[in-house]
């Protein structure tokens, strides 16, 4: 089965940073790499799909990128409702498996 | 407008049985492979089953396989998480997630429903 590891699992930043969130997938996965946001007792919002492409609605603040094994979320320009906590997860094979979650926190 | 909304779950005895269900509206609902994901307090997110639209093909995660049995009625617009022999590490808030197109991202998710296996 592939494993997920996110890192940083907690980051501080301020409005206006830059924040940059790695996933690293066990094996290869491909481009097949999603990556998803979710704020305390809300359901996940999926963010990018494809490794690089935006969702439907998602601010261009937003991007992703990576293939293989190593896959990359930035978030250019920090906003306060960007303050959540955000998943990885390979879509590339069965069982299906998500990273442990960044906590992205007001500094 | 997609919704997703669970139900059934609350407290169990280990070794007890549980069904969950997920009423779905705003799409086609036997067009899509649906999935339940769980979330065990302060943790992260596991996939735990997936059934095609037509109910033909399920998927399970190890650590549920031989225990929860996935499966949709599309008449209804429901899908369902039967779960047998429950033990305190299934303890979760359960979310139906519908897929988005034929890939594995899923673009819908419900709020969830919380079991809780103690004694």
């Known amino acids: 089965d592939i494993q997920m590891i996110q890192s940083p699992s907690s980051v501080s930043a301020s409005v206006g940073d830059r924040v940059t969130i790695t996933c690293r997938a066990s094996?290869?996965?491909?481009?097949?790499l999603a990556w998803y946001q979710q704020k305390p007792g809300k359901a996940p919002n999926l963010l990018i799909y494809?490794?690089?492409t935006l969702h439907t609605e998602v601010p261009s603040r937003f991007s992703g990128s990576g293939s293989g094994t190593d896959f990359t979320l930035t978030i250019s320009s920090l906003q306060p409702e960007d303050f959540a906590t955000y998943f990885c997860?390979?879509?590339?094979?069965?069982?299906?498996?998500f990273g442990q979650g960044t906590k992205v926190e007001i500094k | 407008e997609v919704q997703l909304v669970e139900s059934g779950g609350g407290l169990v005895q280990p070794g007890g049985s549980l069904r969950l269900s997920c009423a779905a509206s705003?799409?086609?609902?036997?067009?899509?492979?649906m999935n339940w994901v769980r979330q065990a307090p302060g943790k992260g997110l596991e996939w735990v089953s997936a059934?095609?639209?037509?109910?033909?093909?399920?998927y399970y995660a190890d650590s549920v396989k031989g225990r929860f049995t996935i499966s949709r009625d599309n008449s209804k617009n429901t899908l369902y998480l039967q779960m047998n022999g429950l033990r305190a590490e299934d303890t979760a808030v359960y979310a139906c997630?519908?897929?988005?197109?034929?890939?594995?991202?899923?673009?819908?998710w419900g709020q969830g429903t919380l079991v809780t296996v103690s004694s």
């Open positions: 059934i095609t639209g037509t109910g033909s093909g399920t």
């Open positions: 997860q390979q879509t590339n094979s069965l069982p299906l498996a």
């Open positions: 705003g799409f086609t609902f036997r067009s899509y492979t």
């Open positions: 094996q290869g996965v491909g481009g097949w």
């Open positions: 494809a490794a690089s």
């Open positions: 997630a519908k897929v988005k197109g034929s890939g594995w991202n899923f673009d819908y």
